[in-house]
T-cell receptor, first 113, second 114 residues
């Protein structure tokens, strides 16, 4: 079965630093997402991306966050100035159609010190 | 706004027995999709089963089945012949046509004992 690939699996950074989390969605998919999960809590939606633009974003996704699909294969999440509360598992996900199965990557565990 | 409620933070089942995990949701939409995701200790999100709201027939996937009660806005997951590998967090999730995002419940941690 095809996979969504996320790198790195773990990222440790200092508060205030910029981080970029990388994702390679499944090649023929058109809808892309970032979710996050703080340890012990539920999975929360951050942003959805379709047709080369953000289609929806949550309240969590403030000006410190941005997404890009720079080359037609990668899908990145950038946090400009990390805060302690950004520590979480970040999941990338993609799907082919609006009501198709959503495939999740294995996540990037971000630790902000 | 849609909400998903999982009222059982933890459940336990003996190997080979059957367990049911509860999920209720709230929406004003008539067309939507419901999902159960499994999250093992590796924290990978794995789709277990999916139900389209317009289908009256309950979805089944091998040992996993759902009891979908649209009027009651209830979507429970039944795991039959439980196996040690079923131990995980289980999240109920909701998707409507008017929003492209999944809304997750708070999860139920399932323990499987010998």
């Amino acid at each position: 079965e095809p996979e969504v690939t996320q790198t790195p699996s773990h990222q440790v950074t200092q508060m205030g630093q910029e981080v970029i989390l990388r994702c390679v969605p499944i090649s023929n998919h058109l809808y892309f997402y970032w979710y996050r999960q703080i340890l012990g809590q539920k999975v929360e939606f951050l942003v959805s991306f379709y047709n080369n633009e953000i289609s929806e974003k949550s309240e969590i996704f403030d000006d410190q966050f941005s997404v890009e699909r720079p080359d037609g294969s990668n899908f990145t999440l950038k946090i400009r100035s990390t805060k302690l509360e950004d520590s979480a598992m970040y999941f990338c996900a993609s799907k082919q159609g609006a009501y198709e199965k959503l495939f999740f990557g294995s996540g990037t565990q971000l630790s902000v010190l | 706004a849609q909400t998903v409620t999982q009222s059982q933070p933890e459940m336990s089942v003996q190997e080979a027995e059957t367990v049911t995990l509860s999920c209720t949701y709230d929406t004003s939409e008539s067309d939507y999709y419901l999902f159960w995701y499994k999250q093992p200790p590796s924290r990978q999100m794995i789709l277990v089963i999916r139900q389209e709201a317009y289908k009256q027939q309950n979805a089944t996937e091998n040992r996993f089945s759902v009891n979908f009660q649209k009027a009651a806005k209830s979507f429970s997951l039944k795991i039959s012949d439980s196996q040690l590998g079923d131990a995980a967090m289980y999240f109920c999730a909701f998707l409507t046509g008017t929003a492209s995002k999944l809304t997750f419940g708070t999860g139920t941690r399932l323990q499987v004992t010998l």
